[in-house]
């Protein structure tokens, strides 16, 4: 389905009993909302008793974009607090992994009166982990664009998926000038520097202080430069009801589904093992 939120067409998809209690699920990386592990986990989710919202963030699967926001992640976040309003959402439980994990705490964090639960693992963090993420979203558009204009842009492997599946976003592409494109890039990879007051970019402390409902924080695994381990304990410390737990994995997770292929066809990918989160979300959830 299809709905414009903020001069953005959104792509979602709800699942479960229409009268059942929202839940919105929200994935990492720039993936779409069906990639491996996501429509699976989406579904025991509704299975277990709520209307799980599927959406696909600005820049991810069949959404739109825009560069005029002062990072990706406020651009997201507030994406998805008026997908929510927009749809008619109360009293939502939001729940989250690696970049999701992000935009949901800095969504929440927008709407915390209107947020029941939150759940979040994989939260990215530290300053190799954070400046990874600075070239992954942004530098390879910088090069791009500086040697090639917004043609080669477009002809990165960061967006063949999204161009396939919204042929409107190679336009909106196409029509960027360069030089402000790259200078929007830099401010979006400036967004990921890392912080000592704040262990998520784009959450203040006073932004957790506002997140007082019940949160199920995810530990990271000590193995895990991604989405290190303190990263997770330092955003346990600053929500005020915040519970600690063990993934349902093991420490070498991430290191290890990084060597998944991805394949949506074949239902592979690194969330393809999210589905085993399940009986604890929903244990939690229902407490």
Not at 106 to 117: H, K, L
Not at 125 to 145: E, F, H, K, N
Not at 167 to 194: C, E, S, V
Request: glycine share 10%; hydrophobic share 45%.
């Amino acid at each position: 389905m299809k709905i414009d939120v903020n001069g953005l067409t959104l792509d979602y998809e709800l699942i479960g009993d229409e009268d059942a209690p929202p839940l919105v699920l929200t994935p990492g990386g720039r993936y779409a909302r069906d990639a491996a592990g996501v429509p699976e986990l989406g579904a025991k989710l509704a299975q277990g008793g709520y209307r799980v919202l599927l959406w696909d963030r600005p820049g991810c699967g069949a959404s739109d974009i825009a560069f005029t926001a002062s990072s990706e992640s406020v651009m997201n976040a507030e994406a998805l607090v008026g997908l929510v309003g927009a749809l008619g959402l109360e009293d939502v439980t939001l729940a989250g992994g690696s970049a999701g994990s992000r935009i949901t705490l800095m969504a929440a964090a927008r709407m915390a009166a209107n947020v029941r639960r939150i759940a979040i693992w994989w939260i990215s963090g530290g300053p190799v982990g954070l400046a990874g993420l600075a070239w992954y979203y942004c530098g390879d558009q910088i090069a791009a664009a500086s040697k090639g204009g917004m043609k080669a842009v477009v002809e990165l492997p960061s967006w063949a998926d999204q161009i396939a599946r919204n042929p409107k976003l190679r336009t909106i592409l196409l029509a960027q000038d360069a030089d402000a494109y790259i200078a929007a890039m830099q401010r979006w990879g400036k967004a990921f520097a890392y912080s000592d007051t704040s262990p998520v970019p784009g959450m203040s402390e006073a932004d957790f202080s506002t997140l007082t409902m019940p949160v199920l924080t995810f530990r990271s695994g000590r193995s895990d430069m991604a989405h290190t381990r303190e990263t997770s304990e330092w955003v346990h410390r600053l929500l005020p009801d915040s519970s600690l737990v063990k993934p349902p994995w093991g420490d070498q997770e991430w290191n290890y589904v990084s060597t998944f292929p991805e394949d949506i066809a074949g239902r592979r990918g690194r969330f393809e093992r999210w589905p085993l989160l399940a009986p604890m979300l929903l244990d939690w959830f229902g407490s």
